[in-house]
């Protein structure tokens, strides 16, 4: 009896041992396979969605989150996710994408040839998801204010109007559009010069849109990677209010590339958006040149600045600010881009010639817009820089950027890389030899604006010194004594070692390994003759409403950048 029950309770023990591991392994298990059954079914239907979007003419982005009550354009439901053209406007949920396609034309950016030349075009409305705040062009009362799918908007003049005002003869009235019409190109435009070109004629001048005299229009060129990445966001919105013809993704296309669109535009009347920092807008000076060079002067257009990099001291210098954050609308950005003022901008060759290979290397050149420095500012570019192309991910950050600048110069002012350099270099103005007394670096400017924001010709401004201007044909060349002066005058405690004014630099390195930069691009450099000269002039638009408090400590410089008028370009 004893051992029919210890059998029993073996028995009943092993089952319960069984039954345990069995409970383990599915509580184990069984989240495993759910997450892996999702994360496929996720990936199929990424896969799927890629495919809609590749097939579309739509340009279809999808967000996992809105930023505004949206709802469906195909099933009217409200939806906290799903796919929006960033051309048209249009918001659909991820299961109506395909019948959104069917249902719904995006903005053409150029009309379908019928034979015949336009001169207008109609409306093209898209209803519901209205911006905020938005009017009826009928009734003057504000719209999209039901928590439902209403009211119209036209995707090319931004008009918005009531379902109840909606009528029949709204639906074939010819298109003003809007506020930015000096700025769009019409697709019926593009159709035009595709038939001109065609026939070949090259007499673009006379297919002017609306027959306007003022007619601008702008071409933004967008840098995506530069400083805090607002790039994309900013794309976006361009496409929306412009024809996307005119907005150019600088990641995927080369600015020489995108600016041959303004052979197809009258001649001097081409205004371009750079959105980026100071390096991108340099690469689009850089493609303008070359258009010079190809025999195109006549379409060069003039360049504005939306501030994205770090520094951006030839946006600050030119009045476009310090940086941009999304603080000021899109549309603001387009109105001071109309009402901005045509200025020239010096820009120089930098030629670097190694000591000792004057028959055997071809030397460096560069372009320079801003300034040239050998010294701790440049070290701290090159350490910068060097830690950015390791690590690119931790530098999407402006503050980010600033601070790691900050730490670099911190460690410069107790290690002092770049001490005695007098003794090591010998400097030239215009062929007269500069006496100079102890300093570690020295700084050749172009343009007002150095290091993120500092005046640093002027520095605190209580003693008399030389107007400095960005179209004189002349540079302003000072000296440091270190990281922790450098400091000092950018918090106006300290002035810079003025060394003079030239038409021509002349700087020669005569031993040692010293840290260059020409405008933020630092490298390693031996002994060699550094020789700095004008090259050409680039037209820039300066806009008045961005002054600073340092800015009007120098009325005189900016009297003279208004005075500029459409005869100097």
Avoid at 418 to 423: A, G, P, Q, V
Wanted: charge should be neutral.
């Amino acid at each position: 009896m004893e051992g029919t029950e210890s059998r029993s309770d073996a028995s009943s023990s092993v089952v319960a041992d069984w039954s345990l591991v069995f409970w383990t392994l599915c509580s184990v298990i069984l989240p495993v396979l759910i997450t892996l059954w999702c994360s496929f079914q996720r990936s199929r239907r990424q896969v799927l969605i890629r495919d809609i979007f590749r097939k579309s003419k739509h340009d279809w982005h999808y967000t996992d989150l809105f930023g505004q009550p949206s709802y469906c354009c195909v099933c009217a439901q409200h939806i906290l996710q799903g796919a929006f053209c960033n051309c048209c406007g249009l918001r659909v949920s991820e299961g109506c994408l395909k019948k959104a396609d069917q249902l719904f034309l995006c903005k053409e950016i150029m009309m379908r040839s019928d034979g015949g030349a336009h001169v207008s075009m109609p409306h093209h409305w898209i209803r519901g998801n209205v911006p905020l705040c938005s009017c009826c062009m009928i009734c003057k009362q504000q719209c999209g204010t039901q928590p439902k799918l209403c009211d119209y908007r036209c995707v090319w003049c931004q008009y918005t109007v009531h379902d109840e005002c909606m009528m029949d003869c709204l639906k074939t009235e010819e298109c003003t559009f809007g506020e930015f019409r000096d700025l769009i190109i019409p697709p019926y435009y593009l159709s035009t010069i595709n038939q001109i070109r065609k026939d070949k004629r090259t007499n673009y001048e006379k297919v002017v849109p609306y027959c306007r005299k003022h007619w601008m229009p702008v071409i933004i060129l967008a840098n995506t990677r530069s400083g805090n990445n607002m790039g994309e966001t900013l794309l976006g919105e361009f496409k929306i209010l412009l024809n996307p013809v005119q907005v150019f993704d600088l990641s995927k296309i080369a600015p020489a590339k995108a600016l041959q669109l303004c052979t197809l535009l009258p001649c001097n009347a081409v205004r371009v958006l750079v959105c980026g920092g100071d390096g991108t807008v340099g690469w689009v000076l850089d493609a303008i040149d070359e258009m010079k060079i190809k025999g195109q002067e006549r379409y060069i257009p003039q360049v504005a600045i939306l501030p994205l990099g770090t520094g951006n001291d030839l946006s600050n210098t030119l009045g476009w600010g310090a940086g941009y954050a999304g603080e000021v609308p899109v549309e603001q950005i387009l109105r001071n881009v109309m009402e901005a003022d045509g200025i020239k901008l010096d820009r120089w060759k930098v030629q670097v010639t190694n000591k000792g290979y004057y028959n055997l290397r071809k030397p460096k050149v560069f372009t320079m817009n801003n300034y040239f420095s050998i010294g701790p500012d440049a070290l701290m570019a090159l350490n910068f820089h060097a830690h950015r192309e390791k690590t690119p991910s931790l530098f999407s950050s402006r503050i980010i950027n600033k601070a790691v600048y900050f730490f670099y110069g911190t460690k410069d002012c107790l290690v002092q890389e770049c001490k005695d350099l007098n003794k090591k270099v010998e400097l030239e103005l215009d062929g007269e030899r500069i006496e100079l007394p102890n300093l570690e670096g020295i700084i050749v400017l172009n343009i007002g604006y150095w290091g993120g924001g500092c005046r640093l010709w002027e520095g605190m401004g209580d003693e008399p010194y030389p107007l400095a201007r960005h179209d004189d044909g002349l540079l302003e060349v000072v000296g440091v004594h270190g990281s922790f002066h450098c400091a000092q005058i950018q918090v106006k405690l300290a002035n810079p070692v003025r060394l003079g004014q030239a038409h021509t630099v002349r700087l020669i390195l005569k031993s040692s390994k010293m840290p260059m930069q020409v405008d933020g691009e630092p490298w390693a450099q031996g002994p060699c003759t550094v020789t700095i000269t004008h090259k050409t002039h680039a037209l820039m638009l300066y806009h008045s409403g961005e002054q600073t408090d340092d800015d009007a400590s120098s009325v005189s410089e900016q009297d003279h950048v208004r005075e500029q008028t459409d005869e100097d370009v």
